[in-house]
Every structure is written in C-alpha cells, then in structure tokens.
C-alpha cells in the first residue's frame, strides 16, 4: 500500500500568519496520463472530511483561494497564506493512484 | 444540491454484522461511484473501497476483502455497506462519498458504530 506520511501533526497559528503542511507519499503519484492522484481535505470538530484540493493544486469549488496546493511526484504541501479561526480542523492528503485509497495520519491545525 | 444522508447509529456485539445506509438526492444516482470511509474515534481516515452504483462493481480494501458487501437499491437511489464478524476495533464512523472524475466531492454526515459486548 502507499504509505502517506504529513507533518507536522500538529501546528498552532496565529491568525494572519501563514500555515504549511507536507505530505509525502511511498511512491509516485503521477499517473502515465500525466494527472497526479494527490488529494487536500479539511474534517472540522464535528464534521464530514471536505475536500480542498484535487490533482495537487486545484481549488475545489468555494475553497477560498489563501489555499494553495504544490508539489509533484511524492513530495506535496498545502498551504495557507493567512490562517483565518474557521481554518481550524484535521488537515488529510489522500491518494487514489493506487488501490487501496490511503491517507496521511491528518495534521491539527489549531488558532493561538 | 448533492446530498448523501446515512443511516442512524447502530450497536451490535461482537460477531453480528451491520449494515450503512446512504441516501443520494440531487443527482442521477448511478452516474458517479461511491467510497465508503470509516475513522475509529480520534483516529484518521481509511478507506474500506469503492462501489459502482451503475454496474454494480465494487473493489474492497484488501483488509475487508471477505468482511464488506457493497450494494444499492437504485429505485430509491441508495447505497449500502454492510461489514460482518464484527469486532470492537470496528468502531467507528462510516462515511459515504460521492466520485467524481476521481475526487469526493461530497459525503454523507456519517454513521457511528458501535461493537461491543
């Protein structure tokens, strides 16, 4: 199976300041149709997972746009250029290059 | 409006089986595969596998090979999952999810289940 590795696991922001996640991956994602299977989603307290970003950096509709994705291959980061308190929640990388679908271990992101 | 609404909390005992419902609305029903995920509590996510609603394929997560059926009702445009020879580290909540052109796009509110004795 892919091994998906995130960190931090965890990180304290001041709101305003900016935010970044890094997800690695155990193998490549990029497809031989030239697409990367890199997935960002967000599970508020008390939430569903929603998805923020798909094929590494593309906005899913509504994501406001101080997200960004990047990377390529196995190495992948989400960022948040000014971290806002509805920002708060269990940030996911999945891939679905290869079966089974698997996540990164989540990193919490919480306000200071 | 896409929306999935799941079934209500379930308890079952070790051993039994149990079975998630998942209720599509806002979209043709048998156009887009749907994932099933479940989280143990204060755990991450994993992926139990997919299920297509139109020719009824599936593919399970190895783990729950022999364990999962995936089906659907497409008269009332519903999915299921039902996970057998339950045991206590099946606790948890399953989600549905709605694919599109690979991504999930939407998901159910989630089922808790419960396995205990």
């Known amino acids: 199976d892919v091994v998906m590795t995130q960190t931090p696991l965890s990180l304290s922001v001041t709101p305003g300041q900016p935010a970044s996640i890094s997800c690695k991956s155990s193998?490549?994602?990029?497809?031989?149709?030239?697409?990367?299977?890199l997935y960002w989603y967000l599970q508020k307290p008390g939430q569903s997972p929603q998805l923020l970003m798909y094929?590494?950096?593309n906005r899913f509709s509504g994501v406001p746009d101080r997200f960004s994705g990047s990377g390529s291959g196995t190495d992948f980061t989400l960022k948040i250029s000014r971290v806002e308190a509805d920002d708060v929640g269990v940030y996911y990388c999945m891939q679905s290059m290869e079966l089974p679908y698997t996540f990164g271990q989540g990193t919490k992101l919480d306000i200071k | 409006q896409v929306h999935l609404v799941q079934s209500g909390p379930e308890v079952k005992k070790p051993g039994a089986s149990v079975k998630v419902s998942c209720k599509a609305s806002?979209?043709?029903?048998?156009?887009?595969?749907l994932h099933w995920v479940r989280q143990a509590p204060g755990q991450g996510l994993e992926w139990l596998g997919w299920f297509n609603p139109d020719s009824g394929d599936t593919n399970y997560a190895r783990k729950f090979r022999g364990r999962v059926t995936m089906t659907s009702d497409t008269s009332i445009n519903t999915a299921f999952m039902e996970l057998s020879s339950l045991r206590s580290d099946d606790t948890g909540v399953y989600y549905c999810?709605?694919?599109?052109?690979?991504?999930?796009?939407?998901w159910g509110q989630g089922t808790l289940v419960t396995v205990s004795s």
């Open positions: 999810a709605r694919d599109i052109y690979g991504r999930t796009d939407h």
């Open positions: 094929e590494v950096s």
């Open positions: 193998q490549s994602l990029l497809h031989t149709n030239g697409k990367t299977y």
């Open positions: 806002g979209y043709t029903f048998i156009d887009n595969y």
